[in-house]
């Protein structure tokens, strides 16, 4: 039982950086926007929050430096693809690089230093509930907010008028436009949000699940995240489901690696890549559901004519 | 204060031209202010990272060095973005190539022949053709985003190298080192100035490939498909071209020059393989292909400057200790002027204050 509790735990754990940053994303790509660089703002979010909390000696204000830095990028961001227009696809990959070399330069001086990590907040009676009740009420912050960001997006997408409007902008720009939204204000926004997510994963990433500075330490989780919200067919709820089957993954290649099996530890590690490609090839296939799914602005640019 | 974009009616062939250009001079503006921001004397930092490597004859060979595997990845991720297929995982295409290429000299290395090089080629631009086919695959057969898939191969690809090189591949004689063996005389890419430097005929397979390819696009009739079915699926339709056989074109020639960049790199610059093989060449090539504005001859300037940042961040890394990792934020800088200076060559900006917005959009 025991055992079986820490698994749980640590699926939680690996689960979480892939739920926040693709919640973050789903919100931007249902407003019309694709951001390819939730790999660049995860990193700066996990340098930023550690570098942070190193010198404050607060994991909280360390965490809310992550949120600063990612929404940072995602205003670069913005302003490169909603005010300049230029290619989304181009400029996602543009933050990425520049995300990855600039944390590498922060990081610099930090590279291995142990960190402090997050403590618990344990919820009194719900915690002491058997099996789930640890697992569910006895976590640190970051992982209530992911769980509460999963419903919060939920309810405002479907069930308030913002969320409306900006479903509406992501599947007609010109059409909500034309109808008075402010389609350019709203997906600054949607940008901003998805910016503060990614950064908070990468809080997670050096504040919770290794608490240290390890460069490139997000190891794909931004383009993991990314194939979340194809697979979750950009609903909030699938990608909790999805975010977890891959934290699972990654745990479970972790256990494999440890018990040996005399399988190489190279293959294991592949598994969660390969994982993400299979999953997007099932998904995928069925075009006419795609289609459906999908934002039908996504990716294009919007100049208002006057 | 508010910007605003106006469509210019033609596109400036002004800015067409200038735009790389005035991308290259706020780069160098930006790395100053980051350098004085650090400590550091701008002018010297400037001029030990951008000049220095250009006044003496080694370090021009080692630029070639660079500079090689630049071009080549970038020439191929040209035809594939002007097609408008999103071939992200050239540093995947890069690695198996180098794998696959090298299987003649770590298997059966004891075989010396004329043979040996001309077939490595071949096989490490089959081998990263193949890889480049696996994402075209899946987009035609499965919708399947070529973005994310063509990418996660990249990590896939490394796991593999790295498992080959601490494996079944390691030189039995190397003391436990994760490397292979060192490959034999005839299987190492000839230098091509050995008297003044170390410079591979690597480079000129760059030059080879940059002039094919500019030739291609410019006046064959394949160059011409893949601009239309980039620009308008539809109108290629009704041209006759199919959009399929196009994914599968576009992959497969920029994953073979990437393997064949992957090959040439092992060949001509490591004589072995090591669990790393490339410093993001694969990623460094897409700011090289816009930067070079999809333009075979454009990329080979472009490839040139971004070898520059290489080099300029070894070096000014040992004489002024900056970071290493200066390089790569150089490079992000770049990419993003250059996607910011091209939005000059359709619009127009238009800085206006809040009072004028307010009274335009009352008179209208």
């Known amino acids: 039982m025991e055992l079986t509790e820490a698994i749980l735990f640590t699926i939680t754990t690996a689960a979480t950086p892939l739920l926040l ?56 961001f913005a302003f490169m693809t909603l005010t300049l227009v230029t290619n989304q696809v181009a400029t996602g990959l543009a933050l990425t690089i520049l995300g990855l070399g600039v944390s590498g330069m922060i ?45 919060g997006v939920s309810w405002f997408l479907f069930r308030t008028r913002a969320g409306l409007k900006l ?38 990433l050096s504040l919770v699940y290794t608490p240290q500075w390890v460069e490139n330490m997000s190891a794909g989780r931004g383009w993991i995240a990314l194939a979340l919200v194809v697979f979750a067919s950009w609903r909030p709820l ?21 018990l040996g099996f005399g399988i190489p530890s190279q293959f294991l590690s592949a598994l969660p890549y390969l994982a993400t490609i299979v999953v997007l090839v099932i998904i995928s296939r069925n075009k006419r559901l795609t289609l459906m799914n999908t934002p039908a602005s996504l990716g294009q640019s919007f100049v208002p004519d006057r | ?147 994310l898939s063509s990418l996660m191969l990249v990590y896939v690809a490394q796991l593999f190298l790295d498992w080959l090189v601490r494996g079944p591949w390691r030189n039995p004689e190397g003391f436990n080192f994760p490397e292979t063996r060192d490959f034999n005389a005839s299987a190492i890419l000839p230098e091509i100035l050995p008297a003044s430097g170390r410079a591979n005929f690597g480079f000129v397979f760059a030059i080879i490939a940059t002039l094919l390819t500019w030739f291609m696009m410019r006046h064959m009739l394949k160059g011409f498909e893949v601009s239309v079915l980039g620009q308008s699926a539809r109108a290629g339709r009704f041209a006759g071209f199919s959009a399929n056989r196009m994914v599968f074109f576009a992959f497969l020639f920029s994953g073979a020059l ?32 816009f930067l070079g504005r999809l333009n075979p001859l454009g990329i080979f300037a472009a490839g040139l400057i971004l070898a520059l940042t290489y080099l300029g961040g070894e070096a000014a890394q040992i004489s002024i200790g900056l970071p290493d990792k200066i390089a790569r934020v150089f490079q992000g800088m770049l990419l993003f ?28």
């Open chain 1, 21 to 76: 940053a693709a919640i973050g994303e789903l919100v931007v790509e249902r407003s019309g926007v694709l951001n390819l660089g939730v790999e660049g703002m995860i990193v700066m979010g996990a340098v930023v929050a550690f570098v942070a909390t190193e010198l404050s000696g607060s994991v909280y204000l360390g965490a809310f430096s992550g949120v600063l830095a990612g929404c940072a990028l995602a205003l670069l």
């Open chain 1, 107 to 151: 990081g610099e001086n930090f590279v291995g230093q142990p960190g402090i990590k997050m403590d618990t907040i344990t919820i009194p009676v719900l915690s002491s509930i058997p099996l789930i009740g640890k697992l569910l009420f006895d976590q640190d912050l970051i992982f209530y907010i992911s769980i509460f960001s999963v419903f």
């Open chain 1, 167 to 204: 479903r509406a902008i992501g599947d007609s720009h010109g059409s909500a436009h034309a109808l008075g939204i402010t389609v350019i204000r709203t997906r600054y926004l949607a940008v901003l949000f998805g910016g503060a997510c990614a950064g908070l994963a990468g809080a997670q």
């Open chain 1, 238 to 258: 699938r990608v909790l489901a999805g975010a977890y089957l891959f934290g699972a993954v990654t745990i479970g290649q972790l256990h494999a690696q440890a």
């Open chain 2, 1 to 147: 204060m508010r910007i605003e974009l106006e469509r210019r009616p033609a596109h400036s062939a002004l800015f067409s031209a200038l735009s790389p250009f005035i991308a290259l001079g706020l780069t160098v503006i930006a790395g100053a202010i980051i350098f004085t921001i650090m400590g550091k004397n701008p002018v010297a930092a400037l001029y030990s990272f951008f000049i220095e490597p250009l006044t003496e004859v080694w370090s021009l060979h080692e630029l070639a060095i660079k500079a090689a595997p630049l071009i080549l990845i970038a020439v191929g991720l040209s035809v594939c973005f002007r097609s408008n297929n999103w071939n992200i995982g050239a540093e995947g295409q890069f690695v198996i190539g180098a794998i696959s290429g090298s299987i003649i000299p770590i298997v059966f290395y004891e075989w010396h022949s004329v043979l040996v090089l001309p077939l490595m080629i071949v096989m490490g631009m089959a081998g990263g053709a193949l890889y480049a086919a696996i994402p075209a695959l899946l987009k035609t057969r499965f919708n399947t985003n070529e973005i």
């Open chain 2, 258 to 289: 990437a393997g064949l960049a992957g090959i040439s790199e092992v060949s001509g610059a490591i004589n072995e393989l090591q669990p790393v093989i490339s410093p993001g060449y694969g990623f460094t090539a897409i700011i090289v292909a």
């Open chain 2, 337 to 364: 002027f250059v996607l910011a200076c091209d939005t000059l060559i359709h619009y127009r900006v238009r800085i206006k204050s809040a009072v004028h917005a307010n009274a335009a959009g009352e008179g209208a």
